[in-house]
């Protein structure tokens, strides 16, 4: 008898501690599940704090979109803006393929497609904020062009030693959009000196968006062509056995 009071007591007195025991565990997982989160507000506040701080340009040209101007229809540089969507869904795709060619154990494609997703993330910032065009050429005595065929080298030091894995992708996808992109750069070059009309605006952007087109379907595809690969791979076979 002196020994069942005596378990009881215990767990009774064990109750509360496994319940605190249960409490810590819980806030350590919630803790962790939002320190990405965290992280990311105090970049943002960082960042309006900059904003505010800052006395050089008025801060509503750093927080409104052109088209919120009254005088500029919403549609203003729709074009543009879905080139830039394209930029965006290339990147994310290719880090995709680099995340899960990772937890696949492939090294090769990892580092190939990681260094896709960083490549195109500079030409997607590039391109946003018109670093070879306007920015750069403004701070440096250099000509877009030049800047342009910078890219280009870079580009070569990444496609060069990826290409045992670009090879083994839908690369002709790929191919296109460097026909795209390399139309769009020619056109510029050799009808620089017959202003921006409205031809040679077409022509140069429209050879260039079918670059980008081209561009995220290779991503896209080729991120969904991984994906399955490596979940196939991962699933175990299932044997069938004769009795």
């Given amino acids: 008898m002196l020994v069942g009071k005596t378990v009881l007591n215990n767990r009774r007195l064990g ?3 496994a319940r605190r025991s249960d409490r810590r565990a819980k806030n350590d997982s919630l803790a962790r599940s939002l320190w990405p989160l ?7 506040l960082v960042l309006w704090i900059v904003v505010l701080v800052q006395d050089v340009v008025p801060v509503d040209e750093l927080v409104l979109d052109k088209a919120s101007d009254r005088a500029v229809p919403w549609y203003a540089g729709l074009i543009s803006s879905l080139g830039i969507l394209l930029w965006a869904m290339t990147v994310c795709a290719c880090a995709a393929t680099a995340f899960v060619a990772y937890h ?3 090294t090769a494609a990892t580092k190939a497609f990681r260094g896709a997703a960083i490549f195109f993330g500079l030409l997607l910032l590039d391109d946003l904020f018109l670093l070879h065009s306007d920015v750069i050429p403004a701070l440096i005595p250099v000509s877009k062009h030049a800047i342009i065929l910078i890219e280009a080298g870079l580009g070569m030091i990444w496609l060069v030693p990826a290409w045992p894995e ?3 992708t839908r690369w002709e996808m790929l191919a296109s959009a460097g026909v795209g992109f390399g139309m769009s750069i020619l056109i510029d070059v050799l009808l620089d000196e017959a202003g921006s009309g409205i031809l040679v605006l077409v022509l140069e952007d429209g050879a260039k968006f079918l670059g980008g087109v081209a561009l995220a379907t290779w991503a896209i595809v080729t991120a969904a062509d991984v994906i399955r690969s490596v979940t196939e791979n991962s699933l175990p076979s299932q044997s069938v056995s004769i009795s």
């Fill in 15 to 17: 109750a509360p501690s």
């Fill in 166 to 168: 670009i090879r083994r």
């Fill in 104 to 106: 696949g154990n492939r």
């Fill in 38 to 44: 965290a992280l990311g507000w105090l970049a943002a």
